[in-house]
């Protein structure tokens, strides 16, 4: 389980999507993959079984990295520049997977997706009750999000390995910012920087047909 150094940080990494948001309502890309590093920490503190998910974020956050330290990294700056790069440069693949190297595009929408499940389960725990089970709210938030997104093999591995998280006042615990109590606050303070973050992606995305990648 979770060792010093992972357990504090959680509440920074909610800061750090906080800080995406520009006032003209750009996402600084930078915040936004510093906040799913963080959140990839606090995965792999949750136990081995998570690791075939770890891994797969990790893939899509070093390519998201390479982009970052190449030559056109001031392209890549915010998604909206993203987005506007790409398109104009014929990047973005929309018709085969694997023909050419993911898009910057392509690996954003995994990880907006993702980002859809992680809206909806901070939603659940922090609506829930003390006796709620973390994995059922976990499920209902993966079924209702990435789940539309994933083969059979990869929902009935997600779903099974849901079982081991802990109760939920335990696993509000595990993030470390005090008592459940103390953390469902945060959860509240944090939660309308998420949903902005996914709500602007999405529209974004919708506006120029990006939802569906291969
Ligand atoms: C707490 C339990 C964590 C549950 C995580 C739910 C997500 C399940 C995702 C299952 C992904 C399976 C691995 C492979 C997927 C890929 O096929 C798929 C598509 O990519 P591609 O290239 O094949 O088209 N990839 C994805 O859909 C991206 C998945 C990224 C998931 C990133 C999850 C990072 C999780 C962080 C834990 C956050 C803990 C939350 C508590 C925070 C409280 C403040």
New binding site residues.
């Given amino acids: 389980m979770a060792n010093g150094d992972d357990r504090c940080c ?1 509440k920074e ?2 800061h750090i999507f906080q800080s995406c948001l520009t006032d003209q309502k750009e996402i600084l890309m930078d915040p936004y993959i510093a906040g ?1 590093k963080g ?2 920490r ?2 792999n503190t ?1 136990g081995a079984i ?1 690791s ?6 990790v ?2 956050i070093q390519i998201m990295e390479s982009f970052h330290s190449s030559d056109q990294k001031a392209q890549y700056v915010t998604l909206q520049s993203m987005v506007k790069y790409e398109l104009a440069s014929n990047l973005v693949d929309l018709k085969k ?1 694997g023909d050419q190297s ?1 898009s910057g595009c ?2 954003i929408l ?2 907006h ?2 980002l859809h ?2 809206q909806l ?2 939603e659940g ?1 922090r609506t829930s009750t003390e006796d709620s089970s ?1 994995s059922a709210l ?1 499920a209902e ?2 079924n209702a999000s ?1 789940a539309n ?3 059979w093999i ?1 929902r009935k ?2 779903l099974l ?2 079982y081991v ?1 802990p109760n939920r006042n335990s ?1 509000l615990e595990l ?1 470390n910012v005090g008592t459940p109590a103390d ?1 469902v606050e ?2 509240e303070e ?1 939660l309308p920087s998420i949903s902005k973050i996914y709500d602007i992606t999405q529209a974004l995305y919708a506006q120029h047909n990006l939802l569906d990648i ?1």
């Fill in positions: 959680l990494v909610l799913w959140l990839v606090f995965l949750l998570f075939f998910i770890s891994k797969d974020a893939a899509k997977p993911p392509r690996t995994r990880l997706r993702a499940w992680l389960f901070l725990l973390t976990c938030a993966y990435l997104h994933h083969p990869i591995t997600a390995s849901f998280l696993f993030m953390a945060m959860l944090a291969p």
